[in-house]
C-alpha cells in the first residue's frame, strides 16, 4: 500500500480513513501504528487512558486489514481507533468506575456502546479514566492516575469523561465515547476544546440505564460525531430507556451556514444557580450569539429557569445515593475512595425521608422548567460552564464538597428534560483555554442539533478575526 505520511494518520476524522482503508491508500494497521506512536509520545503527560494494550490493537487492525483487502468489512468503523470509557462495560475486561473500591471482575458482555462498535468493526485499541464513581467534573480518581488537560497540563481536561476528552483533544485517533448525567461529556469537552454530542436520552442505548443518563461521541469535528452516531444510536433492548428505532440520516449533518437562516434561538447567559460565568466566558458566548445573528438566526435573551433550590435538591440526592453504595461497602474499601466523595456523600447521613423526596423532587422540577422555557426557541445557546478548566488536582472548580455542583447549572437540565445539547470551542481565554459553547435543541432533535452546530463550525472556520490559541501543551514538549 501507498503510505500516507505516518505522522499524519492519527489526526484523520473516522470518514477519511474509511476512504483511506477503502483506496488502500493506507491500511488499519499503518493507523494504528500512528496511533499508538503518538499516544506513546503523550501520554506520560496526559494520564488519558486505561487499559492501554498495542498488541491486542495492531491484531485486530491486521484482521480489519485483511477484511478490506477482501473488499469485505463489517461496517463504517472498520479499522477506526476508538476509545471507550472505563464506566462502559467492555467484554472480559474489569469496570473499576475510577476508583479502588470496586472489585475488578471481568465483564461478562459489552455494554451497548462497545457492543456496536465492535459490531461495525471498531479497533477499541483503549478505554479511558474517569474520577470515582463518575462523580466529579475533574480527572481526579482513587484509581486511575490523574488525567490532564492537552492545553495545559496543569489544568483538568474535566469530568466525568476526563479520559475521552483528553484523548480527543490530543488526536488519540477520532472516536471516543464518554457518558453524561450532570455534564459528564460537554464540561470535558467545552475545557478540551473539542466537541461532543449529550443525545436525547435513549437515542444511544446504555446498560444500566439510569435517570438522566446518557452516552455519546467526543470527537475532534461534527463530522466524525455524526459518523459515530450512525453506529451508537443503534437500538440495544437492554436499555428500557431505548427511543424506538428511527431511520435518521446523520451524514447529513451539513446543512451549511444556511442552516441557521430564520431559527428562533435562546440566549441564556445566567443559569439561574451556582457560580458566576466569568468575564472572557460571557465575552465569548456574546461573541458566539452574534454570529448566529449575521446568519440570520433571531437570537433572544432568555431569563434563567433554573433556581438554587433544584440545583440543591438533585445535588442532596445525588449525595444519599452515594452515601447508600459507600455504606455497603466494607470499612476498608470505603477508606479507599476519595475523601472528598466520602464527605460529599456522607453528608447526607442526617437526611429524612421527607428531605429525600423533596430533593428528588427537583429532578422533575427542572425538566418542566427547562421545556417550557425552551418551548418558543427552535434552540438555545449557552456557556458550557461558567469558568474555564480549573486545576487538575482539583476535584471541582470549588474545591467544597458541599458545594461541589455549582458549575453545572448550564448542563444538568438538559438530561433531565432529556433534550439533545452539544458543546463545541467558541473561543480561548487570554490564556490559551478553551472556552465551550452549549447548543441545546428541542427532544429528539438530534440530528437539528449536529446541523446547527456544524453551521457554527463553518462560521467559526471563516473568521478571519477567529481568535487563534497557543499551540496544546502536548505539541510544545519534547
Known amino acids: 500500500m501507498q503510505a500516507q505520511s505516518p505522522s499524519a494518520l492519527h489526526e484523520l476524522g473516522a470518514a477519511q480513513l474509511v476512504e483511506g482503508f477503502r483506496d488502500r491508500t493506507f491500511s488499519p494497521v ?25 498488541d491486542i490493537a495492531l491484531e485486530e487492525a491486521r484482521r480489519s486489514e485483511a477484511r478490506w483487502m477482501k473488499g469485505a468489512p463489517l461496517g463504517v468503523l472498520d479499522g477506526v481507533p476508538v476509545t471507550i470509557k472505563d464506566n462502559i462495560a467492555t467484554r472480559g475486561d474489569p469496570t473499576p468506575l475510577g476508583t479502588r473500591a470496586v472489585d475488578l471482575v471481568p465483564a461478562a458482555a459489552d455494554a451497548p456502546p462497545s457492543a456496536r462498535v465492535r459490531e461495525a468493526g471498531g479497533v477499541m485499541f483503549a478505554k479511558t479514566t474517569m474520577p470515582d464513581y463518575g462523580m466529579l467534573s475533574s480527572g ?58 449529550k443525545p436525547s436520552l435513549g437515542r444511544v442505548p446504555i446498560d444500566p440505564p439510569y435517570m438522566g443518563r446518557a452516552a455519546g461521541p467526543m470527537t475532534r469535528t461534527v463530522a466524525d ?39 428562533r434561538i435562546g440566549l441564556l447567559m ?58 455497603a461497602l466494607p470499612a ?29 423532587s427537583q429532578f422533575h422540577a427542572t425538566r418542566v422548567a427547562a421545556v417550557a422555557a425552551c418551548s418558543q426557541f427552535d434552540y438555545v445557546i449557552s456557556p458550557v ?8 488536582e482539583l476535584p471541582s472548580p470549588t474545591n467544597d464538597p458541599l458545594h461541589g455542583l455549582e458549575h ?4 444538568v437540565p438538559f438530561n433531565m428534560s432529556e433534550q439533545p445539547a452539544a458543546s463545541i470551542n467558541c473561543g480561548y481565554t487570554s490564556g490559551g483555554l478553551p472556552i465551550g459553547l452549549q ?25 478571519r478575526a477567529w481568535p487563534q490559541p497557543p499551540s496544546p501543551a502536548l505539541r510544545d514538549v519534547d
Not at 295 to 320: C, N, S, Y
Not at 333 to 348: E, F, M, N, R
Not at 408 to 411: L, N
Not at 439 to 463: H, M, N, P, T, Y
Open 270 to 327: 445566567e443559569a439561574g444557580c451556582g457560580l458566576p460565568v466569568e468575564p472572557e466566558v460571557r465575552a465569548a458566548i456574546e461573541k458566539a450569539a452574534r454570529l448566529f445573528e449575521q446568519a440570520g438566526a433571531i437570537v433572544t435573551p432568555m431569563k434563567p429557569f433554573m433556581t438554587q433550590t433544584m440545583l440543591e435538591g438533585m445535588d442532596h440526592f445525588w449525595r444519599m445515593r452515594s452515601y447508600i453504595d459507600m455504606k
Open 30 to 54: 499503518e493507523v494504528m501504528q500512528a496511533v499508538l506512536g503518538h499516544v506513546e509520545r503523550w501520554e506520560q503527560h496526559l494520564n488519558a487512558l486505561y487499559l492501554l494494550r498495542p
Open 408 to 411: 453545572i447549572g448550564f448542563t
Open 140 to 197: 481526579l480518581s482513587s484509581f486511575h492516575k490523574l488525567a490532564r488537560n492537552p492545553w495545559d497540563f496543569t489544568r483538568t481536561p474535566g469530568g466525568s469523561s476526563s479520559g475521552a476528552g483528553a484523548a480527543a483533544a490530543a488526536g488519540y485517533g477520532p472516536l471516543h465515547i464518554g457518558t453524561d448525567i450532570g455534564g459528564s461529556l460537554r464540561l470535558p469537552a467545552g475545557w478540551c476544546g473539542i466537541f461532543t454530542l
Open 385 to 392: 460552564s461558567p469558568m474555564p478548566a480549573f486545576p487538575a
Open 439 to 463: 447548543i441545546a435543541g428541542q427532544r429528539f432533535d438530534d440530528l437539528g442539533v449536529l446541523q446547527v452546530s456544524r453551521a457554527f463550525e463553518l462560521i467559526r472556520e471563516g473568521q
Open 332 to 360: 476498608q474499601k470505603k477508606a479507599s475512595v476519595l475523601p472528598y466523595i466520602q464527605q460529599w456523600g456522607d453528608s447526607a447521613a442526617g437526611m429524612d425521608g421527607e428531605a429525600v423526596f423533596r430533593a428528588f
Open 225 to 263: 460525531a455524526a459518523w459515530f452516531m450512525q453506529v451508537l444510536s443503534r437500538p440495544d433492548a437492554r436499555d428500557s430507556m431505548n427511543l424506538p428505532p428511527q431511520d435518521i440520516d446523520w451524514l447529513s449533518f451539513d446543512q451549511g451556514a444556511d442552516k441557521l437562516k430564520g431559527l
